[in-house]
């Protein structure tokens, strides 16, 4: 993830079964919109109901506007199974203030079986919200009523440049989610235009992401990496902010030794066409990042990762300042989660935070990304969120709520 207007959520997509191949690395194919006609989204108003506070809840999603205005996604037990908690906060998350209840579930693993269930949180203005992933609700009061949208399921959505961007599926029976769409809408409107009508995808694809820089905008579309299949990435790429659309290959495809297979399996953006990628070898340890500073056109390898760890998340606060973290875990025993922080465009790293905790049934989340240059958030542990307003060089953590 990135600086906050750029960030791009990752949510999980199960195969429908063998997809086409990447094209070569060096390959790329013009794509132009689709002209179908717009996807159109129920408008039904559902109301929300007042909740039991934030104090037993555990945080999934972060999304925030500026350095002090923020909304905070969380999931607490309830009579139901899982209820979605929402909280806002107006000073950088010193204080948490609790909105209504959204009408959804809310979890990490959402069920694909119908159940109105979402897992991210994002706002594109202070009155216009998404929950999603694979439900979709959207609000146009700042989060105290949600509208539940109907048509496809949504995988992920990002907010760029006054448009909504989404990866979205018609129907879960493959199983999982088929036929992936790219589609768009203005802030607050519920009518979709589609953009590529059938997104390629990996073999076993579990994961989507957007990820935005200004024009340029990156749609991943990852392979699962359990098992002896590949995951190599497949990359769509556009510079006119939707616009026109270029099919790419794995940014990280061509760097490993031979034999070895090695993946993007996350994306951030910086202001200026830059944007990182964390790449993991299929088999093993060595994870490493890669950088374009050219809209994703072509991609440096810039250095490799304190061994040992297993990093998920990457953040860019800018070309040279790049942070990367341990990601979302569930079991039971003690864990301790980390963020490394690089400041030299990811030559060197050093641990900059750790949380040590026991995991309980509700996991460890994980969510790092940069609102500006210098201010980013980073979330270790189910109850607190940590801050740094100096580029990642130090971390405070607060409670939450």
Same mark, same amino acid.
């Given at each position: 993830m990135g600086i906050s207007s750029l960030?791009?959520?990752?949510?999980?997509? @199960?195969? %429908?079964?063998?997809?086409?191949? =990447?094209?070569?690395?060096?390959?790329?194919?013009?794509? @132009?919109?689709?002209?179908?006609?717009?996807?159109?989204? *129920?408008?039904?108003?559902?109301?929300?109901?007042?909740g039991s506070g934030l @104090?037993? /809840?555990?945080?999934? $999603? +972060? /999304?925030?506007? !500026?350095?002090?205005?923020?909304?905070?996604?969380?999931?607490? @037990? &309830?009579?139901?199974?899982? %209820?979605a908690r929402l909280a806002y906060t107006t000073d950088g998350g010193d204080q948490w203030q609790q909105l209504p209840d959204p009408p959804t579930a809310a979890s990490?693993? %959402?069920?694909?079986?119908?159940?109105?269930c979402v897992s991210g949180v994002r706002?594109?203005? !202070?009155?216009?919200?998404?929950?999603f992933g694979p439900s979709l609700l959207?609000?146009? $009061?700042?989060?105290?009523?949600?509208?539940?949208?109907? #048509?496809? +399921?949504?995988?992920?959505?990002?907010?760029? $440049?006054?448009?909504?961007?989404?990866?979205?599926? #018609?129907?879960?029976? &493959?199983?999982?989610? &088929?036929?992936?769409?790219?589609?768009?809408?203005?802030?607050?409107s519920g009518t979709w235009q589609t953009l590529i009508?059938? +997104? *390629?995808?990996?073999?076993?694809?579990?994961?989507?992401?957007?990820?935005? =820089?200004?024009q340029d905008l990156l749609v991943a579309m990852y392979g699962s990496q359990a098992g002896p299949f590949s995951a190599q990435a497949t990359v769509y790429r556009s510079t006119d902010v939707g616009g026109s659309w270029q099919l790419m290959s794995d940014p990280c495809a061509v760097q490993g030794p031979s034999g070895v297979e090695e993946d993007l399996i996350d994306l951030a953006g910086a202001p200026g066409?830059?944007?990182?990628?964390?790449?993991?070898?299929?088999? #093993?340890?060595?994870?490493?990042?890669?950088?374009?500073?050219? #809209?994703? =056109?072509s991609w440096q390898k810039v250095g490799a990762l304190p061994a040992g760890q297993i990093l998920n998340e990457l953040a860019a606060a800018s070309s040279s300042t790049l942070a990367v973290s341990t990601g979302a875990t569930s079991g039971a025993g003690p864990f301790t989660a980390q963020v490394f922080v690089s400041t030299d465009g990811g030559q060197r790293w050093t641990?900059?935070?750790? $949380?040590?905790?026991?995991?309980? !049934?509700?996991?460890?989340p994980a969510w790092l990304g940069f609102e500006t240059s210098q201010v980013g958030r980073w979330i270790g542990d189910p109850h607190s969120v940590w801050t740094t307003d100096d580029g990642g060089n130090h971390w405070t953590q607060a409670p939450f709520p």
């Amino acid at each position: 993830m990135g600086i906050s207007s750029l960030i791009g959520v990752v949510v999980v997509l @199960a195969s %429908c079964g063998p997809s086409p191949h =990447s094209p070569s690395h060096a390959s790329t194919t013009s794509i @132009a919109p689709t002209t179908s006609s717009p996807v159109t989204t *129920s408008t039904t108003t559902t109301t929300s109901v007042s909740g039991s506070g934030l @104090a037993a /809840s555990s945080l999934q $999603d +972060l /999304s925030w506007l !500026s350095t002090t205005e923020g909304w905070a996604l969380a999931t607490q @037990a &309830c009579a139901t199974g899982s %209820c979605a908690r929402l909280a806002y906060t107006t000073d950088g998350g010193d204080q948490w203030q609790q909105l209504p209840d959204p009408p959804t579930a809310a979890s990490r693993d %959402c069920p694909l079986n119908g159940t109105t269930c979402v897992s991210g949180v994002r706002f594109a203005t !202070s009155m216009v919200g998404y929950l999603f992933g694979p439900s979709l609700l959207m609000t146009t $009061d700042g989060g105290h009523t949600w509208q539940l949208q109907a #048509g496809p +399921l949504v995988e992920t959505l990002t907010v760029a $440049d006054g448009v909504v961007f989404r990866v979205a599926y #018609g129907h879960s029976g &493959c199983p999982g989610p &088929c036929q992936p769409t790219l589609q768009e809408a203005p802030f607050g409107s519920g009518t979709w235009q589609t953009l590529i009508g059938q +997104l *390629s995808t990996p073999d076993r694809s579990s994961l989507a992401q957007i990820v935005a =820089s200004g024009q340029d905008l990156l749609v991943a579309m990852y392979g699962s990496q359990a098992g002896p299949f590949s995951a190599q990435a497949t990359v769509y790429r556009s510079t006119d902010v939707g616009g026109s659309w270029q099919l790419m290959s794995d940014p990280c495809a061509v760097q490993g030794p031979s034999g070895v297979e090695e993946d993007l399996i996350d994306l951030a953006g910086a202001p200026g066409g830059f944007f990182a990628g964390l790449c993991s070898p299929h088999v #093993g340890t060595g994870s490493f990042v890669m950088t374009s500073t050219d #809209g994703g =056109s072509s991609w440096q390898k810039v250095g490799a990762l304190p061994a040992g760890q297993i990093l998920n998340e990457l953040a860019a606060a800018s070309s040279s300042t790049l942070a990367v973290s341990t990601g979302a875990t569930s079991g039971a025993g003690p864990f301790t989660a980390q963020v490394f922080v690089s400041t030299d465009g990811g030559q060197r790293w050093t641990r900059a935070a750790s $949380d040590s905790q026991q995991i309980t !049934s509700m996991g460890v989340p994980a969510w790092l990304g940069f609102e500006t240059s210098q201010v980013g958030r980073w979330i270790g542990d189910p109850h607190s969120v940590w801050t740094t307003d100096d580029g990642g060089n130090h971390w405070t953590q607060a409670p939450f709520p």
